[in-house]
């Protein structure tokens, strides 16, 4: 089992900065990736970014690109996500989840069988 706790979801208004933290705690050797989505009301839940956990390969949204920046601390279990330029329609629940197998779906909700609570973000113009 992994626990996920993400934190740092706030109110900005378009073009500002927030950093989102999930740390990680339980199996963590056995985590293949982290990703972060989003779920807007109405909307199905999203890929936003993910990193693969040992190589560190980066993996975005075609959105977010050039905007937010996916990032890990092996050593504090802690993957971030750095959200740079923000618009109102990055405005959503943002979740922290983890692969915790070999998988090539980097980029799909149903491959991650860990997830945290969840942080708000909210983005006004």
């Known amino acids: 089992q992994v626990q996920l706790v993400e934190s740092g979801g706030g109110s900005v208004q378009a073009g500002g900065s927030l950093r989102l933290t999930c740390v990680a705690s339980?199996?963590?050797?056995?985590?293949?990736?982290m990703g972060w989505f989003r779920q807007a009301p109405g909307k199905e839940r999203e890929f936003v970014a993910a990193?693969?956990?040992?190589?560190?390969?980066?993996y975005y949204a075609d959105s977010v690109k050039g905007r937010f920046t996916i990032s890990r601390d092996n050593a504090k279990n802690t993957v971030y996500l750095q959200m740079n330029n923000l618009k109102p329609e990055d405005t959503a629940v943002y979740y922290c989840?983890?692969?915790?197998?070999?998988?090539?779906?980097?980029?799909?909700?149903?491959?991650?069988?860990?997830w945290g609570q969840g942080t708000q973000v909210t983005v006004s113009s």
């Open positions: 989840a983890a692969q915790g197998y070999t998988s090539a779906m980097i980029t799909v909700s149903g491959a991650y069988n860990y």
């Open positions: 339980g199996r963590i050797f056995s985590t293949n990736a």
């Open positions: 990193i693969r956990w040992n190589a560190g390969s980066t």
